[in-house]
């Protein structure tokens, strides 16, 4: 079974610090994708990687795939309460139709 | 456009129920579709997933079990249901490709009594 472990489990900080959330295994992946979740919700994408050292940048937030597609990291850059939620990453393998999903890593930013 | 509909949004069974969550899919062919069950508060542990009508992968060997009568739809059952299967219940269907990603359903709160 592919595990995909996300260190912090929890992070609560105040509007405008930075932080960053990882994404590990000991499995490569053909791609990683970073979701976020509201309660109650299902989770949204933010970004798929598929690429060994490929950074992406969504506003505020930067995405990095490790160079042996087995980690990621997500970056978030002076946060604000409305980045409030549980991200979780997601590697995809094998035929690439499972899917398996991160621990969670769930933020907490306030004013 | 794609949508996914999923119900009911929540449910309470007693111990030993059946249970039949169902799951559909409109405005795609062919989709790879998924059942997975979170607890609170965490990530998603993957149950089933299918690539095609009657095609089941099972991920984890529990009380439950998934079938898929028609391209798009997917249903989650159990013939007995027990308290530890209580949990938040997530369809989801996603294109064919390494980098298509998830698209979710709004879940199914499961409270076994």
């Known amino acids: 079974t592919q595990l995909l472990e996300q260190s912090p489990q929890f992070l609560s900080i105040q509007e405008g610090e930075n932080l960053t959330v990882y994404c590990n295994s000991s499995?490569?992946?053909?791609?990683l994708q970073w979701y976020r979740q509201e309660p109650g919700e299902g989770p949204v994408l933010l970004v798929t990687?598929?690429?060994?050292?490929e950074v992406k940048k969504l506003k505020r937030l930067t995405f990095q795939f490790g160079d042996a597609r087995k980690d990621s990291s997500l970056h978030i850059t002076a946060a604000q309460p409305g980045d409030t939620g549980l991200y979780l990453c997601?590697?995809?393998?094998?035929?690439?139709?499972?899917?398996?999903f991160g621990t969670g890593t769930r933020l907490q930013v306030t004013l | 456009s794609q949508t996914i509909h999923q119900w009911p949004a929540t449910l309470v069974q007693p111990v030993g129920s059946p249970l039949s969550l169902e799951c559909t899919v409109e405005?795609?062919?062919?989709?790879?579709l998924y059942w997975y069950r979170q607890a609170a508060g965490r990530g998603l542990q993957l149950l089933f997933y299918?690539?095609?009508?009657?095609?089941i992968s099972s991920e984890v060997p529990q009380n439950l079990s998934a079938s898929r009568p028609q391209d798009r739809q997917f249903i989650l059952s159990s013939k007995k249901l027990l308290l530890s299967d209580s949990g938040f219940y997530l369809c989801?269907?996603?294109?064919?490709?390494?980098?298509?990603?998830?698209?979710f359903g709004n879940g199914t709160r499961l409270t076994v009594t």
């Open positions: 990687v598929v690429t060994g050292g």
């Open positions: 997601a590697g995809a393998s094998g035929t690439a139709s499972k899917l398996t």
């Open positions: 405005g795609t062919s062919n989709p790879n």
């Open positions: 299918s690539i095609g009508i009657d095609q």
């Open positions: 989801a269907w996603r294109s064919t490709g390494a980098a298509s990603p998830l698209h």
């Open positions: 499995s490569v992946f053909s791609s």
